[in-house]
């Protein structure tokens, strides 16, 4: 077997490689081994599977590329200030240095005091590329950059991990640090990463502060449900991922107006339903919700004006994007009824088909004998309920079709049943990986036409999407 160095590769194809491994929270080298991995799992002209596009319209591979939500910005990253506070998290702030440059951001460090204890002025510094700062009162710094040039030479302040008692002193305007004085002193937007123990996130002097600092106009991505570095603790209070972090900053470094969907209001479902067999029992489904957010996170970047109705997922908010809450099919139809009207509607939600007749008011219990027999009625099915509407029908009605076999056939039939517009249709049998999965693989049909894309993530897939909306608005603008 030929060998590969990835040192010996164009700079322009590396970049690529850097940043899809960054999205797939990979190396660069695990990203090459996976891409040849489906490369060669991918079948060869003439030796299709039996379910080809009839009209095969241009691929997304051979159509215009699909802005990435990752890619550098034009004109640079934007100039990340991010300020690492002390919790054991503040490892993984040493990787969002990476993940935020690798987007092409310019990033400049401040590390409060307590930090010093997890990590190093030095690593900081030498994954800054520049000299972290430390110091209100170091006369090197305020001489160079002091904080209020700190607090104005960037275009987006992230404070990663933000501890409890960092984000009471930002609530409180406290300013005794040089943390604390550069975001008093700033009027750039402020995203913080809280991460603490799930009890001080749950006390109410922190709930009191989170509060607040949301009315304030501060951003926050997680915190994460998870295991505590505490032995034995788990539950709200782990650091959002780098990944995540970097994801929900070049949305705000984003400028919202130079969106390709500006001015558009998009309605999106996604996760499954819970429906209750009694209170403590429900039929659910294995959606992860994973598609349908990563969605509402690109149209949200791409300017648009976006509800989010979800059901039961551990996901976070997509920054920047309405979210309702629902539990069963009844409460997503409600919740979707109030949000109309919109230009468009994209149902990513695998709702159950059916519910309890009559969910127990009392836990079911075992008697000895026959099991209870449950049984079944229908649930609304919105995306053909909105479908079917008349003056307050979205103008792009978009429904997915997740199948287990003749994938393009049962999305057709669909399409035509449901009377939406678009159907992006998706393999979902077990081998597939798709449910839970990150990666994609979508055929988006309109009236006869299929467009066959490659295997991508959600994140890509949810872009190319985008890309396709956008056009759909422009030509009907022109
Ligand atoms: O009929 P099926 O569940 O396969 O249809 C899938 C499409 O219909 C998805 O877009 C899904 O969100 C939507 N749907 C719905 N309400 C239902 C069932 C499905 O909106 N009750």
């Given amino acids: 077997m030929a060998s590969l160095t990835v040192r010996k590769l164009d700079e322009v194809v590396k970049d690529g490689l850097r940043l899809r491994a960054a999205r797939h929270g990979r190396s660069v080298e695990d990203e090459v081994r996976s891409i040849l991995r489906e490369a060669a799992a991918e079948p060869e002209p003439g030796r299709a599977p039996d379910e080809r596009p009839q009209n095969p319209a241009p691929t997304a ?64 510094g030498a994954l800054a590329d520049e000299p972290c700062h430390t110091d209100l009162f170091d006369p090197r710094s305020e001489f160079d950059v002091g904080h209020i040039r700190l ?78 570095a505490e032995a034995g603790e788990a539950g709200v209070g782990r650091m959002a991922e780098p990944l995540e972090i970097a994801d929900a900053a070049q949305a705000l470094l984003r400028p919202k107006s130079a969106g390709v969907l500006a001015g558009t209001r998009v309605l999106i479902t996604a996760g499954p339903t819970h429906e209750p067999i009694d209170p403590v029992r429900y039929i659910a489904n294995r959606s992860s919700g994973k598609q349908g957010f990563a969605i509402a996170a690109a149209v949200a970047a791409a300017g648009a004006e976006v509800t989010l109705v979800s059901g039961p997922v551990g996901l976070p908010d997509p920054e920047g994007v309405k979210v309702r809450r629902v539990e069963t099919a009844a ?78 056939a049962h999305a057709k039939a669909k399409l035509a049943r449901k009377r939406c517009d678009w159907i992006l249709a998706n393999d979902v049998s077990p081998e597939s990986g798709v449910m839970g999965g990150d990666l994609n693989t979508i055929h988006l049909i309109r009236d006869d036409a299929v467009e066959s894309w490659p295997r991508m993530s959600k994140d890509e897939v949810a872009e190319t999407l985008v890309a396709r909306i956008a056009a759909w608005r422009e030509s009907r603008t022109t």
């Avoid at 951003?219 to 505590?228: C, F, K, S, T």
């Avoid at 009207?341 to 309890?356: S, Y």
């Fill in 61 to 124: 591979r051979q159509a215009p590329a699909a802005p990435r939500r990752t890619a550098p910005m034009p004109g640079g990253g934007g100039r990340v200030l991010l300020i690492i506070g002390a919790g054991i998290a503040a490892y993984k702030s040493l990787d969002l240095i990476r993940r935020l440059r690798e987007r092409g951001a310019h990033v400049r460090c401040v590390l409060t005091r307590a930090a010093h204890h997890f990590v190093t002025p030095l690593s900081v």
């Fill in 331 to 408: 409460d997503m139809m409600a919740s979707v009824e109030a949000a109309l009207p919109a230009d468009v509607a994209i149902f990513a939600a695998a709702v159950a088909d059916w519910r309890v007749a009559a969910a127990g008011d009392q836990k079911l219990k075992k008697t000895g004998e026959a099991p209870p027999s449950l049984p079944l009625v229908e649930n609304p099915d919105i995306l053909a309920t909105v479908s079917r509407m008349e003056e307050r029908r979205p103008p792009l009605v978009i429904g997915f079709a997740a199948e287990t076999e003749h994938v393009i």
């Fill in 151 to 228: 607090a104005r030479d960037c275009d987006l302040i992230v404070v990663a991990p933000a501890t409890a008692d960092l984000m009471a002193k930002i609530a409180n305007g406290h300013a005794d640090d040089l943390a604390t004085a550069v975001l008093l002193a700033t009027d750039r937007p402020v995203l913080l990463a809280p991460a603490m123990n799930p009890m001080m996130w749950l006390n109410v002097a922190t709930r009191r502060n989170v509060a607040r600092l949301l009315q304030d106009g501060r951003h926050l991505i997680g915190p994460n449900r998870g295991e505590m």
